[in-house]
């Protein structure tokens, strides 16, 4: 049991899928892996593309995956509706509101059956002006105010289920010193120079400030709902070298 690790489980659609990307400077994944050395493992499944309805589908399949007798998944942070909040005429990926509603309550539901705490996330912003190069074709079935519609969707199922949620447009949009009432950045409409191009880096995906900004808004969610889960309340496994006075105190620790 010494070396057995309980999980944390990263599900999301392709901004968790990228979330290990180096090429986008920090990334959420291995700054919480470092976060959580020792403690919990850290495990991506994130899916290119999927949207909520393809989660609920998958989510008994995940968790069985992710349980053995020695280790489970003590959290879950869900990450999906950026791909539900395209347009309808996008057949493939738009799941109206009331049925991403439905499968946000089917993925906690599987979670909490398992013993799992859940963090929701909901979208983040878009940048319209950099998300149409070279999709000139459908870069218009998607628009930042859609996703801030599927962001307060995520809010409402948080406050529903009393889990709590990670706001991200309005926390990205913050961090950009963006308040309400403020133009809106990304819009077609206005200014095609605005600061969401730092933090996303085709529009959509995000570049290593975003990550940033999920990164502190995950660390921040769970050492306010979840104490038990903060990592300074973990104690690392095994003892640190100079705490191992000969070798007998190891394998005391492994037994």
């Known amino acids: 049991m010494a070396l057995q690790y309980d999980k944390i489980l990263f599900f999301g659609d392709s901004i968790t899928q990228y979330a290990y990307n180096q090429d986008n400077g920090f990334c959420v994944g291995p700054a919480l892996q470092d976060l959580y050395t ?17 989660a609920a589908l998958m ?19 869900v990450f999906f509706g950026t791909n539900d909040s395209v347009q309808p005429k996008n057949v493939v990926q738009h799941v109206p509101i009331q049925r991403f509603k439905q499968n946000m309550h089917k993925i906690y539901d599987s979670a909490t059956k398992a013993g799992s705490k859940v963090i929701f996330i909901g979208p983040g912003p878009l940048n319209a002006h950099v998300w149409k190069i070279g999709r000139e074709d459908r870069y218009d079935d998607r628009t930042t105010l859609q996703a801030r519609e599927y962001c307060d969707a995520a809010i409402s199922v948080g406050k529903e289920l009393g889990a709590p949620v990670i706001p991200l447009w309005y926390a ?19 200014s095609e120079e605005n600061p969401l191009k730092a933090y996303l880096n085709d529009g959509l995906h995000f570049a290593g400030p975003g990550y940033k900004v999920e990164f502190n808004e995950i660390v921040k969610a769970i050492k306010e709902n979840y104490p038990e889960l903060d990592p300074d309340n973990i104690p690392m496994k095994l003892p640190l070298w100079d705490q191992i006075t000969s070798i007998d105190d190891l394998k005391k620790a492994l037994e």
């Not at 995940?62 to 053995?68: C, F, G, L, M, W």
């Open 38 to 54: 020792r403690k919990l493992d850290v495990v991506q499944r994130g899916f290119s593309g999927y949207n909520s309805d393809h």
């Open 59 to 77: 989510i008994d399949k995940i968790i069985e995956a992710e349980t053995t007798f020695t280790s489970k998944i003590r959290l879950m942070i």
């Open 172 to 190: 990205m949009m913050a961090d950009l010193g963006w308040k309400e009432g403020d133009t809106i950045y990304g819009l077609l409409e206005e």
